[in-house]
């Protein structure tokens, strides 16, 4: 089994410029914006592997185990934040999920103007960074959220693991074994725990630790700002 990590930034608002993407499987509780200027790189994210190449952008919600294998070195800008830096959709990331992770410029000529206008604005005023990041991530959430085609949660057939996922996000401050998923989702403790090895790379009890500190770690954040 490949190794994961919970990755805890001790900002609430990451911005870089790359070559290379990270090849570890990981997750946080921030959501990670990924453009891809040149290059090319394979992507691991919920169970699925897909290429990314020039103008793709990928979105990983909270929460999602995901890696990147390099294929091509090129330029890359990963933007990593919480739901609480864009106040008009902190409820959209808790209540929706993407039918849609992976997005392409070709198909919004305003999202593209408004990314390559950031990156050289952003290369130029690193000490106004932060109000210039939160402002180009609203704007970038106005164009993106459309082509998500995302759902409510609570109306979509979620296949076996989103159901497993899902569960253990809304109820991890409870108890939770085995026994408890079996009884709430109709699966046995074997099926379920072969469901969640194969597409999260780690074992149910990691995962709801690693959730609960990242609880505390934000919450810690927060009474230090």
């Given at each position: 089994?490949?190794?994961?990590?919970?990755?805890?930034?001790?900002?609430?608002?990451?911005?870089?410029?790359?070559?290379?993407?990270?090849?570890?499987?990981?997750?946080?509780?921030?959501?990670?914006?990924?453009?891809?200027?040149?290059?090319?790189?394979?992507?691991?994210?919920?169970?699925?592997?897909?290429?990314?190449?020039?103008?793709?952008i990928v979105l990983v919600f909270p929460n999602q185990v995901h890696n990147y294998k390099m294929?091509?070195?090129?330029?890359?800008?990963?933007?990593?934040?919480?739901?609480?830096?864009?106040?008009?959709?902190?409820?959209?990331?808790?209540?929706?999920?993407?039918?849609?992770?992976?997005?392409?410029?070709?198909?919004?000529?305003?999202?593209?103007?408004?990314?390559?206008?950031?990156?050289?604005?952003?290369?130029?005023?690193?000490?106004?960074?932060?109000?210039?990041?939160?402002?180009?991530?609203?704007?970038?959430?106005?164009?993106?959220?459309?082509?998500?085609?995302?759902?409510?949660?609570?109306?979509?057939?979620?296949?076996?693991?989103e159901k497993i996922r899902n569960y253990c996000i809304h109820n991890y401050r409870s108890k939770?074994?085995?026994?408890?998923?079996?009884?709430?989702?109709?699966?046995?403790?074997?099926?379920?725990?072969?469901?969640?090895?194969?597409?999260?790379?780690?074992?149910?009890?990691?995962?709801?630790?690693?959730?609960?500190?990242?609880?505390?770690?934000?919450?810690?954040?927060?009474?230090?700002?």
């Open positions: 089994m490949n190794t994961v990590y919970h990755e805890q930034q001790n900002v609430k608002l990451y911005c870089n410029s790359a070559k290379k993407l990270e090849d570890v499987s990981h997750f946080h509780s921030e959501l990670e914006m990924v453009v891809c200027f040149s290059g090319k790189v394979n992507c691991f994210l919920n169970g699925r592997n897909f290429n990314l190449g020039e103008g793709d294929l091509e070195d090129g330029e890359f800008l990963i933007i990593k934040f919480y739901p609480e830096m864009l106040p008009n959709m902190k409820g959209f990331f808790k209540s929706y999920l993407p039918g849609r992770t992976k997005l392409n410029f070709s198909e919004s000529d305003d999202f593209k103007e408004l990314t390559y206008h950031f990156r050289k604005r952003y290369d130029a005023e690193q000490d106004n960074s932060a109000s210039l990041l939160i402002g180009y991530l609203n704007m970038a959430m106005f164009y993106i959220k459309p082509l998500l085609e995302a759902k409510p949660i609570a109306n979509i057939s979620l296949d076996n693991f939770i074994t085995l026994d408890i998923l079996s009884k709430e989702l109709h699966l046995s403790g074997q099926r379920i725990s072969h469901i969640f090895n194969q597409n999260m790379r780690l074992t149910i009890p990691q995962y709801v630790n690693f959730l609960r500190v990242s609880e505390a770690c934000q919450l810690l954040a927060d009474t230090s700002d």
